[in-house]
């Protein structure tokens, strides 16, 4: 493991210097990076730059990219935290990068970026995310109905439509699944969005499924797997009581069980 | 460290000594985690074991405190403590089918609530097939053979040994 | 290169990519290329809601609808267009609830309606209940929904495929459908699709201003492939600015906000709206309303010690609602601006938003190739599209209905296409264009940085061809581009490999976004008037004599390959309303 450290004449440093930006800070990005077009190797990169702390961390892996090293390679869209795109562990903890403001994460200190865990890490911040949408598309996220659809709306009322409404906010950014310790060792684990997916219908009274979904999550990989650490819960940036989710699901299952 | 290199990129080349036998043509291969899920990976088993595993760890459980902390009150505090055991104690104590029934609980909880503990730990932690299939075996071999061991002293304990 | 041969193929995997895709997949063995992963389009991001005249709530009939969408678009709206808007919106709605849609709920258990902007009874008396929402997700929802049903129907989707050619063979005489040409993110690899029938649905281009709400990877590629292959463009110059964004960010705040009782005040904590749009106020169509607000800024009576911002006032409200029905929003300004909406006003300015121009269709989908003669095979629905159902300016929540009304007429009619005619043979080399680019790209070499000029451009549509526009600032606009635009053939990229190039793609987006931005200035300064969110400071009216038609922007590529752009018109479809004035 190795450390570089880039050089000033290529830093914003002197740009901003130069503008006399003076609420600016320096801020130094320890990004984890692998390229296997260079190298078998992982190597932590740091750089150093100029930055204003209301900023996010996305923009600083921005401004590396489009001023200091163009190779850097992450994801991204939105840019406010919709899309789901840029998870990945800052300072040892799933964030989107998106949505975390440098003046958070204490930028005294060097700021380390890595890829979510527990997917294979094709390109730094770039990670396979089939294997996490093929557990998505194992628990049925669809409305299941019977019988013949009604010529309007189907009703449902404020109270019924409220019971699953934290799960409906998932963005699939995958944040709560790679910071799960049980996904990192196995990932055949369903994994936390997956059950929220299936929290999602199993919850709403329109769908008839349900039953299916707690049988495909009652098995050896589903919701019996959770060891309630919470990793999912704090790493969600949508705020969706993931746990909970999780745990109302095996309270489901119970109690159709006893 | 090569630091005065154009771009950190060579730097990092660099690192590993210059040049590299890995290209745009000849990638390295990646670093993948263990177990990724597939399109095969859900084998529907359709039983509620998993469930009943959840279930039992819980149950077991708050059955054990009592359990274990009763046999923990009776055998170091009540009576004397430590200094009141003996061959006779145990004796007189099987003598009566209650407490070989609070034994026996005792065993067989205790001995399962561990060894389903040990399986989710295997089960999480031993990354790989053959790895697991053996560590669950040595663990069922062992409990078998513990509890086994254990429910034939219970039941065959002759007071009168010579 | 890989050769793959599907009926349909849809570009793009947004809102309209998806609902075209749940109907073709039904009908024609069908893909869906994606330059990202399906459920991260900008369609996620719509916030307030999707109208539709339910009823639900109060008295409302899709006539009053269509209406409203026509005169909200400035009267350049084709009213038959508009009319099948409104009138399957119902059917739209309802039948994303049927695919699982968590609409908000009336006490009845019906999908609750909310006000929004432009959209009235009675032909402008008052605000209407019309539009469907699901707190402030609407566009997640409907994307998350139209996700969920894919995975439903089993759609095959390539993700991180880039569409960077379309395929065009000429047959008789004919332009017809060949195929397109993909860049596979993952490994640089070249893919060619052969299909009888291609959906455009690709999104806008909003990212050549710098305030924007629009994602990064909003860059115009499908306009921008059916420019390069001589397809016109029609109504560029209409860009819609969203009243409010977040100050200097641009993050969207949805206009629902306003709906639900929400108010703009000046420095002097003047409700302004007042004096410019006495019977809508706040709740104004987008484009008079970020007027407004400039006007104000420029009259002094911003706020800041800039004056650079007015603000969205919801103090008023009570914090339970806030809750209820914009959670998200009241996240964002206390994540990226420290401010809680309870007790503080929002600092916000209009941000650059939405393309009503695109690729020109009929109301089927298909792509014309002038004014009346359409491509055979090709179809583009969404953003990218332009029906025309927004005309000058689109009303809010008009988008999330356009995506599902027309994402499932184009969807229908490419599969039928695809179900009655053959493949068309490939061109020769059919991957020649994309290789020599993407080669090109990868060996630039130049020393200009494309972070450099993306930002000059930014800057300069910005500032000479936003909300206010004047001959000089258009021309100004021009010259820049133009200029832009030769320092771009001497860009250079950094990252020379194969895997995840995501250099190289940024370096292909910024010259679709140079093409499209010179088209929108070019059509801008010739449109002698204004209309809609086309706003000319040295033509303040509307011009109905001269400019009540469609812009029609061509490539031209003369002898010696010096590329031009040709304007032409289209006459506006016309129905049942006479132009008014239009007045909120």
New interface residues.
Partial sequence: MSTTTVESKHSAALDAAETGDAHLITVTLRVRRF????SDQVVWVDYEMQMDP?ERVLDALHKI???L???L?????????????DAMRINGRNRLAC?T?LKDINPEKPITVEPIKGLTV???L?VD?EPF?QA??DVM???V?KGN?PT???????ED?AR??DT?????CAACTSSCPVFWNDGQYFGPAAIVNAHR?IF?S??EAGEQRLEILNDRDGVWRCRTTFNCTDACPR?IEVTKAIQEVKRALLTRRF | MSAETH?P?DAADAADGGVTPFG??N?APFIEPPRARTKRTPRATRTNFEMYGWLFMRLSGIVLVVLVLGHLLIQLVLDGGVSKIGFAFVAGRWANPFWQLWDLAMLWLAMLHGANGLRTVINDYAERDVTRTWLKWLLYAATVFTVLLGTLVIFTFDPNIQ | MQIHKYDTVIVGAGGAGMRAAIEATKRSRTAVLTK??P????T??AQGGMAAALANVEEDNWEWHTFDTIKGGDYLVDQDAAEILAKEAIDA??DL????L??????????DQRRFGGHTRNHGEAAVRRSCY?AD?TG??IL?TLY??C??EGVEFF?EFYVLDLLLAEVDGVKRTAGVVAYEL?T?EIHVFQAKAVIFASGGNGKFYKVTSN???LTGDGQAAAWRRGLPLEDMEFFQFHPTGIWR?G?LLTEGARGEGGILRNKDGERFMERYAPVMKDLASRDVVSRAIYTEIREGRGCGPEGDHVYLDLTHLPPEQLDAKLP?IT??AR??L?IEPYTDPVPIQPTAHYAMGGIPTNVQGEVLTDNTTVVPGLYAAGEVACVSVHGANRLGTNSLLDINVFGRRSGIAAAEYAATHDFVELPENPDSLVVELVERMRDANGGE???DIRKALQETMDANAMVFRTEQTLKQAVSDIAALKVRYKSIS???????????LLEAVELGNLLDLAEVLAVSALARKESRGGHYREDYPTRDDVNFMRHTMAYREVGEDGEESIRLDYKPVVQTRYQPMERKY
């Fill in positions: 390229n296997p077009e260079v209301k990219k489009w001023e090293d163009g190779t390679t992450f994801r991204r869209s939105c840019a406010h935290g919709i899309c789901g795109s949505k403001l094709l390109k730094d770039v995310m949408f998505f598309r996220p669809f409305l109905t659809e309007r709306e189907r009703l449902q009322s404020a439509r699953f409404d409906t906010k998932c963005i699939l219908f709403d329109r769908d705020g | 771009n990129v745009p043509d990638p | 990202l992963y459920t991260r389009s900008h996620g991001a709605v309802l609830e049927k695919m699982g968590p609409f908000n709920r009336t006490p009845e258990g019906r999908i699901a997700r997640h929802m998350q969920q049903n995975v439903k993700n993952a640089g994602a990064h990877t960010m993050i998200d996240e964002f994540t990226y420290g940085r494309v972070t990229v950094q990252d020379k490999g194969k895997r995840y190039n995501t250099d």
